[in-house]
């Protein structure tokens, strides 16, 4: 299984962005947050005890906003409560605007093995229209600093941003692959409810345009030795994501912090949690120690199942193992054989050799092709 991790707070929230975050009124209260993380942690444990932990992603927000303290104690504090391996994939993600050189060597002192920056462009009219804190100067230091503090190195790009042309795309993804670093996250700018940019909605490239820039990403990296494995994800031998990976494929993880989500399987039912997502009641009810922090407790009925698994698994570029569904889901897989056929038919899907996977298609149009399963496992 993963752990995930929230930390909710950023500097200054993007007009684009949906996640839950929190600009801090004054400090980012790093005492009571540990507290409530230890207690939020505790209560899971029975859920979860014995399992081992793979990978750990700590996500944001801004958690380069943390200290190397703050960090250090987290860390040490899920070594001693869970089994989690030696060599587990922990992951952490910076801003390059608090990005600095001590404290990504700290961080990775302490256990952190991978660092993913919030890149999104290297042009700083680009930057600017985002509302990004950092600029094109301060996305390379911070890649620089990452690179020297860890070996894996992922940079989040970008692209259909208000006002680009092809060729400032072009560019985007150029800077990014010359610096030699092992995954990108490559993803189309969508106007979110609730954001400021879906209030205000800023002149955005047309679809034609848009599609032509995703298609030049993917021509480019795999001509640079870049893999795509999945929708929004290049790594090259060796760099790709294991927590994404369980997630892709139905994994289990634990969702700690504000707002985050969780993923259980017991030999009965599929859990599904999410937390409070306001930090302060959060915190607060976190700390009483009687469930108060839980906002949702969802038991994944069965019919939801095959949309469920399907919803991840069928973004992966190698596909997954027909052998997954029945032992992720305590369902045969003559339940989504019938919708499985009918995509195949299309061309959308391929089904031989025991492995499942969406074609060049299918992936262009995988909403559609997602709504075959839905309700087909009643």
Known sequence: MSLYVHVPWCVRKCPYCDFNSHEPQGEVPEKDYLAALQA????????????????????????????????????????????????AEITMEANPGTAEAGRFRDYAA????????????????????????????????????????VEHVNLDLMYALPGQTLENSRRDLEQAMAFGTGHLSLYHLTLEPNTVFAKYPPPLPDDDLAAGMHEHIIEAAAARGWEQYEVSAYARPGHRCLHNQNYWTFGDYLGLGPGAHGKLSFHDRILRQARKRNPDSWMRNSLRRDGSHIAETHVVAPQELPFE??????????????????????????????????????????????RLRTTETGWRYLNDVLQEFLDCGE
């Open 309 to 354: 698994f399907m919803l991840n698994a069928l973004r992966l570029k190698d596909g997954v193992e027909t052998g997954l569904f029945p032992a992720h889901t305590g369902l045969a897989f003559t339940a989504v054989l019938p919708p499985l056929r009918r995509l195949e038919e299309r061309g959308l899907v391929t089904l031989a050799g025991g």
């Open 110 to 149: 302490s256990g952190v093995t991978r660092l993913s920056l919030g890149i999104q462009s290297f042009d700083d009219d680009a930057l600017r229209a985002l509302g990004r804190i950092h600029d094109a100067r301060q996305a390379r230091a911070a890649i620089e600093m990452a690179q020297n503090a």
């Open 40 to 87: 939020d942690l505790e209560q899971a444990l029975p859920f979860i005890w014995g399992r081992q932990v793979i990978s750990v992603f700590i996500g944001g927000g801004t958690p380069s906003l943390l200290s190397a303290g703050a960090v250090d104690a987290m860390l040490a504090s899920f070594r001693a409560c869970l089994n989690l391996l030696p060599d």
